[in-house]
């Protein structure tokens, strides 16, 4: 059976990246939290050092945000007070 297609830049971002926050879109969308975000990971998290990417999953828009550790994970949900996806009964931070 064939498997479905995963962007390069996703599959990069796993080998690269130890930790993945995946986050439910709100339903508007990001709207202006999608700059602050932005700019807050690139101020707090630096640049190279994180990858955004879209992580659709069935029912839901969502995120996956990667990072190298698992402090600026928590910094950007407390900061941002996103919506964490739980797939079965397991944590995906």
Known sequence: MRSRSRS???NNAERKFPVRVR???PETGYGLQYDE???WLQREVGAGNY???SDN???FDASAIFLRNLDDAKGLVER????LLYLKEQVLV
């Open 23 to 25: 986050v439910k879109c």
């Open 8 to 10: 390069r830049l996703k």
């Open 80 to 83: 941002f007070e996103l919506e």
């Open 37 to 39: 975000i932005y700019c």
């Open 57 to 59: 999953q069935p029912g």
């Open 51 to 53: 990858v955004w990417t």
